[in-house]
């Protein structure tokens, strides 16, 4: 039923809270991965000049990103590999949330797993703004996994 899985890194710790999940679902499924980390293009306003220039232009930078963001997630994958999974990378560049919908979209995603929280890390919010806008317009369901409040855990609750 659900298959492919989308499960979505940022790269944090936080992020990672999610894999156990995504690899249970995808065992329990007979279900492909889809390992997606997007690449955030660069911040820069057309008519200012950073004295950017090669090797370390826009395009270097962005190129560094994605290499970076693609070993992460052979990184990542080796042990789902090794536990016989079908695993897939993908490094699309763009908006984190619009890149995430669109990837379920484009590739029939028929479940998305992911941690509430992420690099940012504003753990007051109940949601961090990517997993806020992905669990409010994606067109499948979305296995949301609570990252460790410090709240709770000083409540005693951990
Ligand atoms: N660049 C990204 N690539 C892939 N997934 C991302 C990216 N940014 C955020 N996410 C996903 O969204 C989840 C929540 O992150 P986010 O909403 O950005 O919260 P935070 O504000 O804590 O960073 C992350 O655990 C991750 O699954
Ligand atoms: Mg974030």
Known sequence: MYDPILL??????????AIPHAVAMAKQFGARLIVLRV???????????YGLSAPYGYEKIIEAETQGAAEYLA??????????????????????ATAILETAHDRGAKLI????HGR????????????????????TPVLLVRGHDQ?????GKS
């Open 113 to 116: 797993v992911m941690a509430t």
């Open 8 to 17: 979505t890194l940022d790269g944090s710790e936080l992020a990672e809270l």
């Open 75 to 96: 990184n990542v994958v080796k042990s789902f590999e090794a536990e016989g999974l079908t695993v897939e990378t993908v490094t699309p560049l763009g908006e984190p």
């Open 39 to 49: 690449v955030p293009p660069v911040v820069q306003p057309l008519d200012v000049d």
């Open 120 to 139: 940012s890390g504003f753990r007051r919010l109940v949601f961090g703004s990517v997993a806020d806008r992905v669990l409010r317009e994606a067109e």
């Open 151 to 155: 709240d709770h855990s000083a409540a």
